[in-house]
Structure formats: structure tokens, C-alpha cells
């Protein structure tokens, strides 16, 4: 059954990853790169601002052992202990898996930190944003699947690593967004209440 699913995954991989041309190549060049997107990071920080004031601080904090986890649980407990080769680094595709100025990754790619990653954040972030902004959702999950994808068309990984990686970062992001609203009920709302007593 195991050698069945790789199968169509290889299948799945072969297929999406045909689509491709000189102008998608360099669009999807850019989308996976993380410094394009420094930009909307900026962007999201206003709004954490805007809304969340000193709060800001924690969703900082936060963030940050976030995306820690999602990085080095992908790594370390995934790709690293499975080991499954990359597309670009498996014989048996060789020639023809469609690669990008010969950007071929590390050798092992279950699960995509990528996906990981940028579900992670954008679930974190939607858990937190859900009441001021419901349209954040959809749109920072828009992205993380744009992203994601950008990394089956580079040909550095299979539809399977990219979908198990979003599944782990969504539970992931999910847990630390509710441990923030947790910590922020427990701790921050107490404290401010307490100084506006004193003030």
C-alpha cells in the first residue's frame, strides 16, 4: 500500500510539476524565496500594532518559538529520520523532474519545511487575527498554498511532502495560537486591568 501511495505521488509530482515555462519559472523563483515576502512580514507587523499595541511584544515572542518548532520539527523529525529523497535527487526521475536554475535543494524532502513553515505562521496568525480581521484567514492560507506549490513546480518536492508539511504546521500554528490567547487572558489582560486599577 506504502509503495503504491509513493507511486502516485511520483505520478501527481510529474504532472504538476510539467506545467512550467520561462515566465512561470522566474514568478515561481521568487514566490519560494522568503526575502520577496519581507514586505507583507512588515505589513502584518503594523497590523499586530494596530490592533494588539504592547501585545505586539508577545505575538514577537511567540512567532518566534513558532517558527523554531515548525522548522526543527520538520527537519529533525521528519527529513532527517525518513529520509526521502528529494525529486530532484531521485534516480529513478532523473531528466525528468523540471528544476530551476538548477536549484536542486537538500538531499531529503519529507516533510517540506516550506509548507511547514508558512502554514504555521499563516494558522498562528488567523487563530489571533480572527475576531479584528476574519479576512486574514483566507488570504494569508492563499498565500502559504502559493508558496507551497512554488516548491512542487521548482521540482525540490513531492505533493505528499508539501501536504503532510501543511498538516503539521496547521496543528502546530493552531496550538501556539491558542496557547497565545491562553497566555494573553491568563497574563496580559490581568496586568493591564491591574494598572489601570492603580492608575
Not at 102 to 115: C, I, L, P
Amino acid at each position: 500500500m506504502l509503495d503504491q501511495i509513493v507511486r502516485w505521488d511520483q505520478e501527481l509530482l510529474l504532472w504538476m510539476n510539467s506545467f512550467h515555462s520561462p515566465f512561470w519559472d522566474d514568478i515561481m523563483w521568487y514566490v519560494s524565496l522568503t526575502t520577496t515576502w519581507i514586505p507583507l512580514y512588515l505589513v502584518v507587523l503594523y497590523l499586530c500594532i494596530r490592533y494588539y499595541k504592547v501585545r505586539t511584544l508577545y505575538i514577537l515572542l511567540f512567532t518566534i518559538i513558532l517558527v523554531a518548532m515548525t522548522d526543527l520539527i520538520s527537519v529533525h523529525l521528519f527529513k532527517n529520520l525518513i529520509q526521502r529523497l528529494r525529486p530532484s535527487h531521485e534516480p529513478l526521475l532523473e531528466g525528468l523532474v523540471h528544476t530551476v536554475r538548477n536549484y536542486m535543494g537538500g538531499d531529503y524532502g519529507f516533510v517540506s519545511s516550506h509548507a511547514t513553515n508558512m502554514f504555521g505562521l499563516a494558522t498562528f496568525l488567523s487563530v489571533i487575527f480572527y475576531r479584528n480581521l476574519r479576512y486574514f484567514t483566507v488570504i494569508s492560507l492563499l498565500l502559504a498554498a502559493l508558496i507551497s506549490y512554488s516548491r512542487i513546480y521548482l521540482g525540490v518536492h513531492y505533493p505528499g511532502d508539501v501536504l503532510c508539511g501543511a498538516m503539521l504546521g496547521s496543528a502546530i500554528g493552531f496550538g501556539m495560537g491558542r496557547l497565545f490567547c491562553w497566555f494573553s487572558r491568563r497574563f496580559v489582560h490581568k496586568r493591564q486591568a491591574a494598572e489601570a486599577i492603580e492608575n
